[in-house]
């Protein structure tokens, strides 16, 4: 049986179409995201599965390896071994040791000094944002925890400021090897060192050894017009420090734009609900609404226009991401019927009614329903 676990989360069918599933997606991360549900750790763990669903079912060959293999598909299910291996090139020990690396932690070691100029680690920040703002573009600050090299051994962990040597049992790969059994290779965190490939033996004392601490760091980020709800901005070098003249990681920053209380989004249209009087819906007038840019958008309203009627205003929507173009504007009119009216207004309204040639319409109407329900119980 075909595995549905994604779409389930998502909520939509598996024949989905690209559209329905990041509309899908917007819809539940809005009502599962932590900052909607402060203390929620069941809300919490239901963002982070869906977000795991979304980043599958949005590129179309990991939704394609998921809707044949399921879960397996995206880490090679369909073939343990991700292709066909050629046997011609090495022993099969060395094969063996590949394997068994990745499943220790992504990657052969590189020989010798393999773990010097570690890379430091990427992190990721959800940025909250106004509609306003996603329609004008603006400057955010945030403010986040990272690590950064220690400046009294300037990232090495040592007291005099200095590279650590090697460390002697690993070679600097940070992992020792036994053999055993014939070809089966086993790999363990080097004793000596504690992985590090190298040996500290006089640590500085103001990080203890570990050439990095702990900070708030507060950046500024440019958001773009036209930024949209699961758009990430990289900014490069902003994650963690790395270690013995490795690189930094980077800062990863999710864009969530929040509800907007007249606009509801959908890419790059905008949708507005505004009512109207009946005198308007049936004589004709204008209306005029707040645009998303601050100014007034005057919306015509047609003679005889009838509830849930949608009109078009080409060009006041949403701009496209990194263009200058933008969406259209559709507003959906809600004739709204006086629930109170004066001796005056009743009077009016009877001169309608007797006036109104459709008003006689309604019996024959009426009379026909009945008979349909009539014949159904017949």
């Known amino acids: 049986m075909a595995d549905t676990e994604y779409y389930d989360l998502l909520e939509v069918q598996p024949n989905a179409t690209a559209d329905e599933i990041k509309h899908a997606f917007r819809k539940q991360a809005m009502k599962y995201h932590p900052d909607r549900n402060p203390g929620d750790k069941q809300a919490e763990q239901k963002f982070k599965q869906i977000n795991e669903a979304y980043e599958v079912l949005k590129d179309e060959q990991k939704r394609a390896a998921y809707d044949h293999y399921g879960k397996a598909g995206l880490n090679g299910g369909g073939n ?55 329609f004008h573009g603006s400057e955010e600050e945030i403010t986040y925890p990272t690590v950064v090299p220690c400046e009294h051994c300037h990232g090495f962990g040592t007291k005099d400021g200095k590279e650590p040597p090697v460390c002697d049992m690993c070679k600097g790969s940070g992992k020792v090897r036994r ?39 507060t950046l500024k980020i440019k958001i773009k017009p036209g930024v949209d709800t699961n758009m990430r901005i990289r900014v490069a070098g ?62 015509e309203i047609p003679a005889g226009t009838q509830n849930d009627t949608l009109i078009k205003i080409k060009g006041e929507g949403m701009p496209l991401y990194d263009t200058e173009r933008r969406g259209d504007l559709y507003v959906s009119v809600k004739v709204m019927i006086p629930r109170h009216l004066n001796a005056k207004q009743k009077e009016l309204m009877e001169a309608f009614r007797a006036e109104d040639p459709d008003d006689k319409c309604c019996e024959p109407e009426i009379k026909t329903f009945f008979d349909k329900i009539k014949d159904l119980f017949n």
């Open 80 to 134: 343990p071994f991700g292709g066909g291996f050629d046997f011609s090139g090495g022993g099969f020990a060395d094969i063996f040791n590949d394997i068994f690396a990745d499943f220790m932690g992504g990657g052969r070691a590189a020989g010798g000094r393999g773990n010097k100029n570690r890379r430091g680690m990427d992190l990721r920040y959800t940025l909250n944002i106004s509609l306003e703002k996603a």
């Open 179 to 217: 053999q055993q059994g014939g070809f089966f290779v086993f790999e363990t965190t080097c004793p000596s060192c504690g992985g590090s490939g190298h040996k500290i033996k006089d640590p500085c004392p103001e990080c203890e050894g570990a050439g990095q601490k702990k900070i708030n760091k």
């Open 238 to 299: 902003e994650g963690t420090a790395g270690m013995f003249g490795g690189a930094n990681g980077d800062l990863y920053v999710d864009i969530m734009v929040e509800p907007h209380k007249l606009y509801e989004r959908r890419d790059e249209d905008l949708y507005a609900t505004v009512p109207v009087s009946v005198s308007c819906a049936v004589l004709g007038g204008k209306v005029e609404i707040p645009g998303i840019d601050g100014q007034p958008v005057k919306v």
